[in-house]
């Protein structure tokens, strides 16, 4: 949430109105204390306009309306009177002491009114920013079926241990993280993943807090306790978010530090010096301060990026997009160009074994057992896949013994005695081992738009170092990842660029069907963070999207870091700056377009609030607005900034 410090002189229009969110039974009381007001004023008004009763009456009516409206005011304006910060509290109530000094008594009263309805729209319209959040925390059930004993018990979701199987019957919400033990079902993962469709989910599957479990009934083993679930971690991150303020607030709060008292001053001299210089009534120039007083209130560009912010990050976390804070979403708006992981992002993470190729008289069985032995010890997709393969087709092979990585390139251990290594066709030219043959080989492999896993000896003093063969592994591309790059350039971004550590030609391959702009292949780690750099040097603002562990380093390095797919996984949404909880690139393009409208929002709220300041300080001055037209004005602003802020919540752009 938005965080201020309490009685902080840049709040505006009240600490709860922009800080904290009113409780209910605080904005109970603050909803019978302005109706009362409303009513007394009114009250007033009526017997004004009749001619009925006294005009002692009418000023005891109006004297109530401004004790009724001003009770939660007044306070405020006498500790930053004490603490010599004054804010607007303090402009409000100087104006309406001065009113009532000169006898303005029904102004008076309704700029009281008016003020404390302007206070209560602004807490509604931000704690509706807020309530979608908020409503998360009762997505999960507070209870479990848990199985104790032989028989399933009804427990507390924060009594369940990690470890233990719950139930979860069709058609009730998942109430903790874990994974299917038993059954089959459709599963509604909205809430966590924004995906519009349910998810068959089946044995193996991990299901999450707050997810709709469909027709069938699961045993759930739990993974993750209540205070650590996928959910809790959402609910904890969008608050942690709402708390940092964003450069335009920044700005904001600076400026309202510096023109509350610069605007006591400027009315206290319009008060002071026409009388004084030019022999004008005492009466009418003060009467003009009063009402520059209450325009200067800067309410509406205070109010103007919070609710902006909060409205952008509640919109996108409603949709599986969790956002780390107001900052990263001004910046989302600013993106010129976008640098893209293959594996996992552009394709689907789930590479095959498409093919294996003896080279040197090595059997089959024999390449997939190095491969595998060498493979076993990474989570890399592709060493993944070699090892998945060699268990489908009965290979036997046992951990390789001294392995060591070479980031970007493979990896190397002693299998059988033997030391082999296992890479990418960069680590064939960098140990000197790749003929023609070799050459040839993986030219063909890579001309189908597949990577290749080189076996072969490594070079050490009894061995030259040699290949033995060549396994080509295949990559779905994402069947939506075309359209995805085509709404990512829609929503603004200039290029796209793919880095990767694969080869080239399968690179530029995938780059070609999917309409990416650049395509870089044979990057290390390093070279990724270069050309992230050198894109910052040209476009300034850079995202870069990736899985979050594996291209921690790149995303560091950009704008923004996005990360794929974080749903159940810890690491990518703690290390991205944004984390997509589904495996849906157009969910980048839509974070984009949402990051430039709060953008375009910010700077229209920001520039339609000083504007009409000015315009309306100007008309005060020259003696053209009266209290009432002040407050009607700062209030109207107030409430068309908050309406424009609360647009971003309405439903999201449809690519």
Same mark, same amino acid.
């Given at each position: 949430?938005?965080?201020?410090?309490?009685?902080?002189?840049?709040?505006?229009?009240?600490?709860?109105?922009?800080?904290?969110?009113?409780?209910?039974?605080?904005?109970?009381?603050?909803?019978?204390?302005?109706?009362?007001?409303?009513?007394?004023?009114?009250?007033?008004?009526?017997?004004?306009?009749?001619?009925?009763?006294?005009?002692?009456?009418?000023?005891?009516?109006?004297?109530?309306?401004?004790?009724?409206?001003?009770?939660?005011?007044?306070?405020?304006?006498?500790?930053?009177?004490?603490?010599?910060?004054?804010?607007?509290?303090?402009?409000?109530?100087?104006?309406?002491?001065?009113?009532?000094?000169?006898?303005?008594?029904?102004?008076?009263?309704?700029?009281?009114?008016?003020?404390?309805?302007?206070?209560?729209?602004?807490?509604?319209?931000?704690?509706?920013?807020?309530?979608?959040?908020?409503?998360?925390?009762?997505?999960?059930?507070?209870?479990?079926?848990?199985?104790?004993?032989?028989?399933?018990?009804?427990?507390?979701?924060?009594?369940?241990?990690?470890?233990?199987?719950?139930?979860?019957?069709?058609?009730?919400?998942?109430?903790?993280?874990?994974?299917?033990?038993?059954?089959?079902?459709?599963?509604?993962?909205?809430?966590?993943?924004?995906?519009?469709?349910?998810?068959?989910?089946?044995?193996?599957?991990?299901?999450?807090?707050?997810?709709?479990?469909?027709?069938?009934?699961?045993?759930?083993?739990?993974?993750?306790? =209540?205070?650590?679930?996928?959910?809790?971690?959402?609910?904890?991150?969008?608050?942690?978010?709402?708390?940092?303020?964003?450069?335009?607030?920044?700005?904001?709060?600076?400026?309202?530090?510096?023109?509350?008292?610069?605007?006591?001053?400027?009315?206290?001299?319009?008060?002071?010096?026409?009388?004084?210089?030019?022999?004008?009534?005492?009466?009418?120039?003060?009467?003009?301060?009063?009402?520059?007083?209450?325009?200067?209130?800067?309410? =509406?560009?205070?109010?103007?990026?919070?609710?902006?912010?909060?409205?952008?990050?509640?919109?996108?976390?409603?949709?599986?997009?969790?956002?780390?804070?107001?900052?990263?979403?001004?910046?989302?708006?600013?993106?010129?160009?976008?640098?893209?992981?293959?594996?996992?992002?552009?394709?689907?993470?789930?590479?095959?074994?498409?093919?294996?190729?003896?080279?040197?008289?090595?059997?089959?069985?024999?390449?997939?057992?190095?491969?595998?032995?060498?493979?076993?010890?990474?989570?890399?997709?592709?060493?993944?896949?070699?090892?998945?393969?060699?268990?489908?087709?009965?290979?036997?092979?046992?951990?390789?013994?001294?392995?060591?990585?070479?980031?970007?390139?493979?990896?190397?251990?002693?299998?059988?005695?033997?030391?082999?290594?296992?890479?990418?066709?960069?680590?064939?030219?960098?140990?000197?081992?790749?003929?023609?043959?070799?050459?040839?080989?993986?030219?063909?492999?890579?001309?189908?738009?597949?990577?290749?896993?080189?076996?072969?000896?490594?070079?050490?003093?009894?061995?030259?170092?040699?290949?033995?063969?060549?396994?080509?592994?295949?990559?779905?591309?994402?069947?939506?990842?075309?359209?995805?790059?085509?709404?990512?350039?829609?929503?603004?971004?200039?290029?796209?660029?793919?880095?990767?550590?694969?080869?080239?030609?399968?690179?530029?391959?995938?780059?070609?069907?999917?309409?990416?702009?650049?395509?870089?292949?044979?990057?290390?780690?390093?070279?990724?963070?270069?050309?992230?750099?050198?894109?910052?040097?040209?476009?300034?603002?850079?995202?870069?999207?990736?899985?979050?562990?594996?291209?921690?380093?790149?995303?560091?390095?950009?704008?923004?870091?996005?990360?794929?797919?974080?749903?159940?996984?810890?690491?990518?949404?703690?290390?991205?700056?944004?984390?997509?909880?589904?495996?849906?690139?157009?969910?980048?393009?839509?974070?984009?377009?949402?990051?430039?409208?709060?953008?375009?929002?910010?700077?229209?709220?920001?520039?339609?609030?000083?504007?009409?300041?000015?315009?309306?300080?100007?008309? =005060?001055?020259?003696?053209?607005?009266?209290?009432?037209?002040?407050?009607?004005?700062?209030?109207?602003?107030?409430?068309?900034?908050?309406?424009?802020?609360?647009?971003?919540?309405?439903?999201?752009?449809?690519?």
């Amino acid at each position: 949430m938005v965080q201020r410090k309490k009685n902080d002189p840049t709040v505006c229009c009240g600490d709860d109105a922009c800080g904290e969110p009113v409780t209910g039974i605080a904005r109970k009381r603050r909803l019978v204390a302005v109706s009362a007001s409303g009513v007394l004023v009114l009250t007033g008004l009526l017997t004004q306009w009749t001619a009925i009763g006294s005009d002692a009456m009418r000023v005891g009516l109006y004297l109530g309306a401004i004790i009724a409206g001003g009770w939660f005011i007044f306070p405020k304006a006498v500790r930053a009177a004490r603490r010599l910060a004054p804010d607007m509290n303090l402009l409000m109530t100087v104006a309406v002491l001065g009113a009532a000094l000169i006898g303005e008594w029904s102004e008076a009263a309704m700029v009281v009114f008016l003020f404390g309805l302007a206070e209560l729209l602004e807490a509604f319209s931000v704690n509706r920013a807020r309530h979608a959040i908020r409503s998360l925390m009762a997505l999960a059930p507070e209870t479990a079926l848990v199985r104790r004993g032989g028989v399933f018990q009804e427990v507390p979701v924060a009594d369940v241990a990690v470890g233990e199987i719950i139930m979860v019957k069709s058609g009730v919400r998942v109430p903790l993280d874990g994974d299917i033990m038993v059954g089959a079902s459709s599963v509604n993962q909205a809430p966590i993943t924004g995906e519009s469709m349910p998810v068959e989910k089946s044995v193996g599957d991990r299901v999450f807090a707050g997810a709709i479990n469909g027709e069938g009934s699961l045993d759930v083993r739990v993974t993750k306790p =209540a205070s650590d679930s996928t959910l809790a971690k959402i609910i904890h991150l969008v608050e942690e978010a709402q708390e940092q303020k964003a450069p335009s607030q920044r700005f904001v709060d600076q400026f309202a530090k510096y023109y509350t008292p610069i605007v006591m001053v400027l009315a206290l001299l319009v008060f002071l010096l026409p009388p004084l210089v030019g022999g004008y009534d005492w009466t009418t120039w003060f009467y003009r301060a009063l009402v520059l007083l209450v325009i200067a209130c800067p309410c =509406a560009l205070v109010i103007s990026t919070p609710v902006s912010v909060v409205s952008g990050l509640t919109a996108m976390a409603r949709r599986g997009v969790l956002i780390k804070g107001g900052a990263l979403l001004e910046t989302v708006g600013k993106l010129r160009a976008l640098a893209v992981d293959k594996t996992g992002t552009i394709t689907e993470g789930r590479p095959q074994v498409m093919s294996v190729r003896s080279v040197n008289g090595m059997t089959e069985p024999e390449i997939v057992h190095v491969a595998a032995a060498i493979n076993i010890h990474s989570d890399h997709p592709v060493a993944r896949a070699v090892v998945d393969y060699a268990v489908a087709t009965d290979v036997a092979f046992s951990r390789g013994e001294q392995y060591r990585s070479r980031p970007g390139s493979g990896a190397e251990a002693v299998v059988d005695d033997h030391h082999y290594f296992v890479g990418n066709h960069r680590l064939t030219h960098e140990l000197a081992v790749c003929s023609e043959d070799t050459e040839r080989i993986l030219a063909e492999i890579e001309q189908l738009g597949q990577s290749v896993v080189v076996v072969g000896h490594k070079p050490h003093d009894d061995c030259p170092g040699e290949v033995l063969g060549v396994i080509a592994v295949g990559d779905k591309i994402r069947s939506h990842a075309a359209a995805a790059i085509r709404f990512v350039h829609a929503a603004g971004i200039k290029r796209v660029t793919m880095l990767s550590g694969d080869n080239q030609r399968t690179v530029d391959k995938i780059a070609g069907e999917v309409g990416i702009d650049e395509a870089l292949g044979d990057l290390l780690p390093s070279d990724k963070i270069a050309h992230v750099r050198r894109m910052l040097a040209e476009y300034r603002y850079v995202g870069m999207v990736g899985d979050g562990v594996n291209d921690a380093p790149a995303m560091a390095a950009a704008s923004i870091g996005i990360a794929m797919g974080a749903a159940g996984s810890d690491t990518a949404i703690e290390t991205a700056d944004i984390a997509l909880m589904e495996d849906d690139l157009g969910k980048v393009a839509e974070t984009i377009h949402l990051g430039r409208r709060t953008l375009r929002i910010i700077q229209f709220n920001i520039a339609f609030a000083i504007i009409i300041k000015i315009i309306f300080l100007a008309l =005060a001055i020259a003696g053209y607005a009266t209290l009432w037209l002040a407050i009607v004005a700062d209030t109207g602003a107030t409430l068309v900034v908050i309406a424009n802020a609360l647009r971003l919540l309405r439903p999201a752009r449809k690519y």
